[in-house]
């Protein structure tokens, strides 16, 4: 099972230094969650600077608020992204479910479905070379067709946009009702007459040591209330988490840490047998 670090949000100066420690520890992924009406750094910004910082890790979005974006410009930043890194951005994408993100952007929340649906279709044509509204866009991306797409989901209707469109999932759910969850996606997945299986990329937050008490915050202060996400903080747990996550048959697992301090990531690659 591959190990992922979600990047933390409050000081997008300090990026550089996470990503370098990360690739570093052998981490395999950096991911960045995205928001509109918030003081996060834009992703796939912030992602094009790492990727200049970096030579090995992957980049990826969780998730990028696809309906948030015209589907042209997404589509070009996208396939500039995937060129510019050697092939290595994962474009993880959602609806978003905000309204003050969609309010700051115009679009109707109510239409979110139906826009990510229309987008998930034009983004791999124009990935693919077609022309798009009477022209072609580029440049095209170094992945053929396109970085690989994971799509972040919790209802049936979103959880069947998996099989139709993605190579994967994303399931930011707790362990213990993140079953239901992949049956669906899996029994979607079958039913599209899809082959293989879709890569299952899980997500947990934590803060090891000093960390805990300012990253806690900081999750409170994004989800809007104290008693969600809170962060794994003893190493023991975590460590137990991780085993249970490859047990359950993730494929990857990223850590989100809110901490301010990148010397988290020496810390987390120490209790996980990283650096």
């Known amino acids: 099972m591959d190990l992922g670090l979600g990047l933390p949000i409050s000081d997008p100066r300090r990026l550089t230094d996470w990503a370098r420690r990360a690739e570093s520890c052998g981490f395999d992924t950096l991911a960045l969650l995205d928001r509109l009406a918030y003081h996060n750094p834009e992703p796939l910004v912030a992602l094009s600077v790492l990727a200049g910082a970096t030579s090995r890790i992957r980049l990826q979005t969780e998730v990028l608020l696809g309906p948030l974006r015209a589907t042209a410009m997404l589509a070009k930043q996208v396939a500039t992204l995937d060129v510019m890194s050697g092939g290595r951005f994962t474009l993880g994408i959602g609806l978003g479910g905000r309204e003050d993100d969609h309010a700051a952007a115009g679009t109707p929340l109510a239409a979110r479905g139906r826009l990510l649906e229309a987008q998930l279709t034009e983004l791999r044509r124009i990935w693919r070379g077609e022309t798009f509204r009477g022209t072609t866009i580029g440049p095209r991306p170094e992945t053929p067709a396109g970085p690989p797409v994971l799509i972040g989901a919790f209802a049936p209707a979103a959880l ?33 007459g899809r ?26 202060a994004y989800y809007g209330r104290d008693d969600w996400g809170v962060p794994i903080s003893d190493p023991r747990k975590l460590a137990d988490t991780v085993a249970a996550y490859r047990d359950f048959g993730a494929d990857e697992l990223v850590l989100y840490c809110y901490a301010d301090d990148p010397a988290q990531v020496d810390t987390l690659a120490g ?5």
Do not use: I, M, Y
């Open 160 to 192: 069947r946009r998996v099989a139709r469109h993605g190579d994967g999932f994303l399931c930011a759910a707790p362990l213990a009702w993140a079953g239901r969850l992949v049956r669906t996606v899996h029994d979607e997945w079958a039913v599209a």
């Open 195 to 220: 082959g293989g299986r879709p890569r299952l990329v899980c997500q947990v937050n934590v803060a090891l040591g000093a960390a805990f008490a300012s990253a806690r915050s900081a999750v409170a």
């Open 271 to 275: 209790v996980l047998g990283r650096a």
